[in-house]
Nanobody, 114 residues
C-alpha cells in the first residue's frame, strides 16, 4: 500500500487554527477507521483522534473540545481541524488507520509559538 500524504501544517501563534488534510489510497481507507497521530521531539507517537467509516469519533483528552476529525469517503481524505492551538501541540502530525495498516508517510509539521 502507498503511504498517506499529509498536508496543511505550518507555524501559528498560540490560540490559532490549522486544518490538516490526509489523502490515502486503496481499499484500506474505505473499510477502516482512520486516525491522526502526532510525535513531538523526544516523545513517542501518540493517537490524537480517530473516526470510523460511519463518522463516529474519539479524541485524546488533551485535544477534546479543540480538535475535530472528519473524513470524506468519496475523496479518500481525512481532515483534522485544530482550534485553540497550544505550544504543547507542536509535533509532526501523521495519519494512518486506527490499527496502523499503512506505511507511515512523511507527516506534516505543526509548530505553535507562545
Amino acid at each position: 500500500q502507498v503511504q498517506p500524504v499529509e498536508s496543511g501544517g505550518g507555524l501559528v501563534q498560540a490560540g490559532g487554527s490549522l486544518r490538516l488534510s490526509c489523502a490515502a489510497s486503496g481499499r484500506i481507507f474505505t473499510i477502516n477507521a482512520m486516525a491522526w497521530y502526532r510525535q513531538a521531539p523526544g516523545k513517542q507517537r501518540e493517537l490524537v483522534a480517530a473516526v470510523t467509516r460511519g463518522g463516529i469519533t474519539n479524541y485524546a483528552d488533551s485535544v477534546k473540545g479543540r480538535f475535530t476529525i472528519s473524513r470524506d469517503n468519496a475523496k479518500n481524505t481525512v481532515y483534522l481541524r485544530m482550534n485553540g492551538l497550544k505550544p504543547e501541540d507542536t509535533a509532526v502530525y501523521y495519519c494512518n488507520t486506527a490499527d496502523r495498516s499503512y506505511p507511515w508517510g512523511q507527516g506534516t509539521q505543526v509548530t505553535v509559538s507562545s
